[in-house]
């Protein structure tokens, strides 16, 4: 008599884990000078099952789009899982090739998240110094 015992954790090939990722779109009002000012908030509110939010990081991509073109792309850095990280117009133009000559032109730009549940919201200043904020959208996978 044979005793055979199949393992289900080792037997056959492993599945691939399938990355979870947020996108969203947001608004983006180019230029720094002449008065106007843009910062993109990026929060990472992913947490563990157990509720904990320290330790982990993700990653965000940005795409840039003006009239319709695509402009480039680029990685904005690590964000830390229960943190706010911002981003100012020179970092999305360093990360996109986003450079216009007039402050104030609308783009579009389109975040890639690695982590499963990102906000996004764009602080703006206009010449007059009114604030604006503006939140982002999650598009559906």
């Known amino acids: 008599m044979t005793l055979v015992l199949a393992c289900p954790f080792f037997a056959g090939p492993a599945l691939a884990?399938?990355?979870?990722?947020t996108r969203i779109v947001i608004p983006w009002?180019?230029?720094d000078d002449a008065g106007y000012s843009s910062i993109l908030f990026i929060e990472d509110t992913s947490m563990n099952p157990w509720g904990d939010t320290t330790g982990s990081s993700g990653k965000c991509t940005v795409d840039a789009y003006y009239n319709g073109a695509h402009v480039g792309s680029g990685s904005l850095g690590r964000i830390t899982a229960g943190n706010v990280a911002s981003f100012?117009?020179?970092q999305i133009a360093a990360a996109t090739g986003l450079s216009l000559a007039n402050s104030g032109q609308r783009a579009q730009l389109f975040l890639t998240c690695n982590f499963p549940n990102a906000q996004a919201m764009l602080g703006f200043v206009n010449p007059g110094g009114v604030?604006?904020?503006?939140p982002g959208t999650i598009v559906p996978q």
């Open 131 to 134: 604030v604006t904020f503006l």
């Open 17 to 21: 884990q399938r990355i979870i990722t």
């Open 88 to 90: 100012t117009y020179s």
């Open 29 to 31: 009002f180019t230029g």
